[in-house]
């Protein structure tokens, strides 16, 4: 992920579990990363709002990405995925180096050998609602700052998806944590 690397979660009943391989978006649409992308704006804490279905996220509900600075340039993240009644079911975390503008390339120390792409496709302009995807159109997402995204920033998100050759189709929302 982003790729929240989480092994164990168990699919929810008629939820989409997408395939490790599975592609969505249509790779002959140029894909286009934030040419403007300001990394510090970046960090902290986003809400999963909207994903692509990947295995290893299967089942997970208040999915959380939080980003931080590190000395050397790099930025921490880590993910976690909680079940529906808002305990931790899984978390992640790894490095992203910053490899071009908008762009990152992800490791999780769970998975030493292995780096994503992964792209800022957009961001509204406080920051307050991102899309990423990965290049190769194996996950997507859409995250924000709080659990509940507003309807105008989601079409504009869902609007670069679709930009970007993303099928809308395949696109599932993630519901958050109830509150309670």
Known sequence: MMAVL????????????????????????????????????????W?????????FEAGCVGVTAEYAALPDGRIALRNTCRNRDGSIRAAIAGTAEITGPGRLQVRFAAVPFAAADLWVLWADEDYRTIVLGAPDGRAGWILNRDPVIPADRLAAARRILAFNGYDLDRLMRVPPVPQG
């Open 47 to 55: 809400y999963e709002v909207a994903r692509y279905p990947v295995p």
């Open 6 to 45: 989480l092994a164990g979660c168990a699919v929810q009943p008629g939820e989409p579990r997408g395939g490790l391989f599975e592609v969505y978006r249509d790779l002959s649409v140029p894909l286009s990363s934030k040419a403007v992308f300001a990394p510090e704006r970046f960090l902290g804490l």
